[in-house]
């Protein structure tokens, strides 16, 4: 009777295509809405978890000054050198320490100027931020410690000044000196705050104090915490070694501050998740109003097919026949929105995701629950007018004009 | 020699004094009366009478489609009036096969189709209610029409099918409510051949509501209706 009541269902569909997809029409749209949404927010969280990722796994940033708000540091004494191997040499849990100083700096080639950001560093960079030199080499302990006038840049940097040509052994001017290229960074793309990673121009520390700062200042220091240990734990060491050196009394507040990556990730995924969960629910929302739709075109079927019922009545189907039956339609209709809005969801996500430039993360589970809520609500709001039809007077329904 | 004729009658359906109110209070109406009437396998009964004279509302009782306010219905010795609905339905599902004035088929659904309605609800498997549908169409002469649907059929055609409907169940008992008062003369005489032939060959015991002498001529029996009432209950002597 089952399977009779389908085939039922699936003929009285056919006779009326065009209503029945204006029918499913809102459940298309819910179901593929919510599908979108979901599938977009995973791969935004995907994409900013990615990229915290390659700024460095357990990368703890110091800082100088304490924050006071977005972009607002309170004025404090620079670190030095000495700070930077005192948290290298104090505390086991550190594997690397990067001590930086950066400046806006133009860099001139030929006729192209370009300004940029050019930080003093040791190679302990490159290994607290992921960064892989793509061609050419990293500083020499020689040229660390002379201070020559050697640089490694970035690919925008590349780009701009130097176009097609490669830039490597080229010299290039950097505010007053001048300076041989010796490394080419790999390309990172945009940061998750936007800006652009590769837009760098690094130099040996002390080329960068003796020649664009001229003060042994050191405003970042970049540590790296061995896998497994805990991050927590090594920020506490940090503070307490640097209070200590700082000599910040007991009461004072800390003039540094130090910033786990993990907590801003876990921040702007907490972010994104919320989002997801939010535009999900509006495009819920819009699946209830789908099936609503159904439930009216469905009250409309049952009036004007009162006369079919009739028939199907006096010829002796069962109450729970015709309820069935108009059920079965309602959840083979509301079923089939389902499946043509998880179709258009996906070409739909697949599309959206390669124009906003974020990972396509396939999503079976959704699918699964938006099929099934399609179903449903074919069910709950397809029984109204089913049991309306179902408890017609046959004589009244044959009546029926 | 007609099947009813050669063995004693039994009674197939029994009215025993069947009143019916439709409303309550001063809007009652009464549409029947006490009507008593027996109706034996085998019988090809006219029913005439007026408009509102009753004839429809006894149709509906005959037809298991309502039940008497009060007296009692006997279908096979089956006491319609304390079944349920459901239990209704099953009975008309099983014995009865219903001709309407106005066809009734379900639009934009084949002939074929059509005739296997009843077949479905009785649980028919597909090949059988096939074959069977095929031979109910045979025997109402649209053998070849299978696939047309009732807008691609005539007036005279949609009524066939729908007695092909109607008798592809082989019921016991088969109500034709104005069968041919949509269609004209040579249609109709067309229509009656057909249920002659149905009740004569086959046993199936005939009730037709009809305005028209010249259609009541091809019944044994014609009763008449008038106000809720049997009027007169006589034996038809020239049948056609």
Redesign the interface.
């Known amino acids: ?1 089952l399977i ?1 009541t389908f085939f ?1 269902a699936l ?1 009285e569909i056919r ?1 009326n295509v065009l209503r029945s997809f204006l029918t499913i029409l809102g459940i298309v749209i819910g179901v593929s809405a919510v599908i979108v949404m979901v599938t977009i927010g995973g791969g935004a969280t995907a994409q900013v978890t990615e990229q915290i990722a390659s700024l460095g796994s357990n990368l703890l940033m110091i800082r100088v000054g304490q924050h006071m708000g977005p972009g607002q540091t309170s004025a404090a004494p620079s670190f030095d050198l000495d700070d930077a191997q005192a948290l290298f040499r104090e505390i086991p849990a550190i594997t690397a320490v990067a001590p930086s100083s950066s400046q806006k700096v133009t860099a001139v080639y030929g006729n192209a100027n370009w300004s940029t950001a050019v930080t003093g560093i040791d190679n302990g960079f490159f290994t607290v931020r992921n960064w892989t030199v793509q061609a050419g080499r990293q500083f020499l302990d020689t040229e660390l410690r002379s201070g020559k006038a050697v640089c490694v840049i970035g690919a925008t940097v590349a780009k701009e000044l130097f176009g097609q040509q490669n830039p490597l052994d080229s010299k290039m001017r950097l505010g007053n000196f001048s300076c041989q290229i010796i490394g080419l960074l790999e390309a990172k793309g945009q940061s998750t705050f936007g800006s652009d990673q590769d837009d760098l121009v690094l130099v040996p520390l002390r080329t960068f104090q003796r020649r664009i700062s001229g003060n042994q200042d050191i405003s970042l220091i970049q540590v790296s915490v061995a896998e497994g240990r805990s991050t927590d734990k090594a920020k506490s060491d940090i503070e307490y070694l640097l209070r200590e050196r700082r000599h910040i009394s007991g009461s004072e507040n800390d003039n540094f501050q130090v910033r786990d990556l993990k907590e801003i990730t876990k921040m702007l995924t907490g972010t994104t998740q919320i989002l997801t969960t939010l535009l999900g629910a509006v495009a819920a929302v819009s699946l209830l109003v789908g099936g609503i739709g159904i439930m009216n075109i469905m009250l409309v079927s049952v009036t004007e097919r009162t ?2 019922i ?10 729970r ?1 015709v309820l069935l039956q108009f059920l079965v339609e309602a959840v083979v209709l509301s079923s089939f929105g389902g499946l043509i809005g998880i179709l258009l969801a996906v070409s739909a996500s697949i599309g959206l995701t390669k124009m906003l430039n974020i990972p396509f993360i396939f999503n079976p589970g959704i699918m699964v629950i938006a099929f099934l809520f399609s179903a449903a609500v074919g069910v709950i709001f397809g029984f109204f007018p089913a049991r309306k039809a179902a408890r017609l007077d ?2 009244d329904a ?1 009546r029926h004009e | 020699m007609p099947a009813a004729e050669q063995t004693e009658r039994h009674p197939l359906v029994e009215l025993q004094g069947v009143t019916k109110v439709y409303g309550s209070g001063t809007a009652a109406m009464r549409a029947l009366r006490g009507v008593s009437l027996r109706i034996d396998e085998g019988e090809f009964v006219a029913v005439m009478g007026p408009s509102g004279s009753g004839k429809s509302t006894c149709m509906n009782i005959l037809g298991c489609l309502d039940t008497p306010t009060e007296g009692r219905y006997l279908f096979k010795d089956v006491e319609v009036g304390s079944l349920t609905r459901n239990q209704r339905a099953l009975l008309r599902r099983h014995h009865l096969g219903f001709v309407f004035q106005g066809f009734n088929l379900l639009n934009r659904t084949s002939a074929l189709e059509n005739v296997e309605l009843p077949l479905i609800y009785r649980g028919v498997k597909l090949e059988e209610r096939r074959s069977r549908a095929g031979n109910a169409l045979a025997l109402v002469g649209l053998a070849g029409w299978e696939y047309h649907t009732p807008g691609e059929l005539s007036g005279g055609q949609q009524q066939r099918v729908a007695i092909a409907r109607a008798i592809v169940t082989e019921p016991a008992l088969l109500l034709a409510d104005e069968p041919t008062g949509n269609l004209d003369t040579a249609r109709s005489l067309e229509i009656m051949e057909l249920l002659t032939s149905f009740n004569q060959d086959q046993g199936i015991t005939i009730v037709m509501v009809t305005h028209e002498q010249t259609m009541a001529q091809f019944a044994r029996r014609v009763v008449q209706f008038q106000d809720g009432l049997v009027v007169t209950d006589r034996v038809n002597g020239e049948v056609r």
């Open positions: 009777m009779n039922l003929r006779r006369r079919e009739g028939i199907r009545l006096a010829i002796g189907a069962l109450e026949e046959p004589i044959l």
